[in-house]
């Protein structure tokens, strides 16, 4: 029993080639947005890829790209066949080849799917990635002076002042690492030479951190330096007053901003999915429509149409027999009175004749 089964008209034919035209045409706009976003998504991870290390954050903008080029591609040819389905004469050139592209643009509208959920998957392998290249960047805040790395202050300090944000997880990360150069170090001043002994590694570790952490709308100046002693500053308590630096990792501000991004441009596929997938059915029932107005001869006449011919159940079993026979279509079988199991043909006695077989003479 067919699934769904509707029943056209030639009038409902026409209008229905005519409407999966106009989508299909809309469904090349919406592929051009898919390869936009994805686009946009790469620039965006490419601005800060300086702050990230190397990792698979470009599969979801990749795969978008990749989608959209497709979604242009499949809907334009989309367009072209619903175009010239209104005629059934022109219908014939297509019929062979509807069925591949249905199979085909599911698959594809498959792959909008996991793009789109892929967006929303993506936050744990980016939240890594931000981490580590962080911690790499804050590590070599200070080598200025060495080629490959000199830009990195800047890229940090633009970053934390972009985003208010300060360190990796937060302002303490500063603590832990020297990111004062040692070319602005004074080695003769004794606090310094005491600072770098102190240390195990003889790094100059301060409870400080860089001016481009400071939030300029606190009305008092920027305490950047001794941040834990009370002492140092007149009216302050380090436990009890809010600090006038920025209290958020840069970690957590890139995530929040990436995240959001993804969380819209997820939205997004999925619609287009949706849409997709709705015109994919269209062109399913359009193809069916069709067929059956050639068997039935009569172009004028109404036809069925429908999403499967048989039922989900005896789809599916059909569909798994023939991948099982798959690798049997070439074999030949040597055992007598076995048929190929990819065949099955009746035998009928349709235009037979019979032949009256002579005897051969025998030999006097």
Known sequence: MAVLKVKFTKTKRDKLAQILWILNWVSVVSGIILFSLGLFLKIEIKKRNEVMAKGDINSVPNMLISVGVIACIINFLGGKICYDCSDANKFSRWKLVMLPYIVCTFCFTFCILV???????MRNELEESLYLGLRDAIKFYKDTDIPGRCFLKKTVDLLQIGF??????????WFEIQWVSPRYLNMASKEVLDRLKSNVDGKFLVDGVPFS???????RPCIQYQLTNNSAHYNYDFLTEELNIW????????????TGIMRTIGIAALLIWLFELSVLIGVRYLQTAMKNVLLLGDLEGESDGWLLENSFVETAKYNISIIKNL?????????SGMNDPNINVQNTDCDKTNITTKSIPAAR
């Open 164 to 173: 208010r944000c300060c360190g990796n997880n937060g302002f303490r990360d």
């Open 327 to 335: 690798g049997k279509a070439n074999q030949i079988s040597t055992v």
């Open 115 to 121: 793009g789109a959920l892929m967006c929303y998957t």
């Open 247 to 258: 209290m958020k990792g840069c970690r957590e501000a890139l995530l929040d901003y990436y």
């Open 213 to 219: 952490c400071c939030n300029p709308s606190s009305p």
